[in-house]
């Protein structure tokens, strides 16, 4: 059980619409100091609504947020010193250059880049070299970094993400996660919000959030040991034909295409011959991140 003296970001209650769109629905959730907590679920879910909220950049119609002892409605201007907020999309000065744009948000917040370069020194050192660069010609995974640093040139005791690693190549996505584990050393509590499920493993704990609702808050090993029957895989050369075939039985609770490979479980959890003779092998397997979350979302 969390303590709550332990948690450094409280939500509660949070209700938040867009006309006759809800985009948040009665969430609720706390995260511990130091820790590194993952808002996982796909676009449209929420993610961005909720990260605008606890920046204080958004009101929420209804619920409460407390942000390192303050309210991020009552005390947003104290609040704004103690985050790092690094939206979704790169949102830094595209004319100004790499050195500039640090120099920029060092100065807004008092400091210098001297004063925290120990903070951001393993991040800014790989665009260094570039720092004369407009920051609008660097590239997606320096835009990256240059963002980052500038979200933690403050060295604020709250960090929070907003799919950073979103349409970024795959070894930027590995860089950035070495970087956030590197931080979180730093003693940074950071929130980090993904579509990419295989990313949720990287955190200490993590939210799964669809339509705006929570649908289970764990750690992610927590979340797969709770995964409620087993689980089997199988493929075929006319993968479609059998998916049809095993949701048209009724022995078979549900049955997924992942890739080459379909995900199938059975009301029963032992795997069932095919009517029409087909040869299939059901191989049991752990489930994943994903296959919780769409477990989940059925179920809500």
């Known amino acids: 059980m969390e303590k709550s003296d332990c948690n450094i970001v409280s939500v509660r209650n949070i209700d ?145 993400l907003d799919e950073p690693t979103t349409g970024v190549d795959p070894v930027s996505r590995k860089e950035f996660w070495e970087m956030l584990r590197h931080l979180k050393s730093e003693g940074i509590t950071i929130i980090v919000s993904t579509p990419y499920m295989d990313e949720a493993i990287l955190c200490d704990r993590i939210a799964l959030i669809q339509h705006g609702k929570i649908l289970s808050v764990e750690t992610p090993e927590e979340i797969v040991r709770q995964f409620p029957k087993k689980l089997y895989r199988t493929k075929i050369n006319n993968n479609l034909r059998l998916l049809e075939e095993l949701r048209a039985n009724p022995a078979v609770e549900s049955a997924l295409m992942f890739g080459e490979y379909l995900h199938v479980t059975f009301k029963d959890d032992l795997p069932v011959a095919c009517d029409s003779g087909l040869a299939v092998n059901f191989q049991a397997i752990e489930p994943s991140i994903e296959d919780c979350f769409i477990y989940l979302m059925r179920k809500s």
């Open 16 to 160: 938040k619409s867009y006309g006759n769109v809800q985009a948040l629905k009665n969430i609720r959730f706390s995260v511990q100091k130091g820790e590194l907590f993952g808002l996982i679920g796909p676009d449209g879910a929420g993610k961005t609504t909720l990260f605008r909220i606890l920046a204080s950049l958004l009101l929420a119609d209804a619920g409460s947020a407390v942000v390192d002892g303050l309210d991020v409605v009552n005390d947003y201007k104290e609040l704004r010193k103690h985050i790092g907020y690094m939206p979704g999309r790169f949102s830094l000065y595209p004319d100004l250059s790499v050195e500039e744009n640090l120099n920029f948000f060092a100065t807004i917040f008092n400091t210098t880049i001297q004063e925290n370069y120990y903070l951001i020194a393993p991040i800014y050192r790989q665009i260094e070299p570039f720092k004369k660069r407009r920051a609008g010609k660097l590239s997606g995974g320096m835009k990256q970094k240059l963002a980052l640093s500038c979200a933690l040139i403050h060295k604020p005791v709250v960090l929070l």
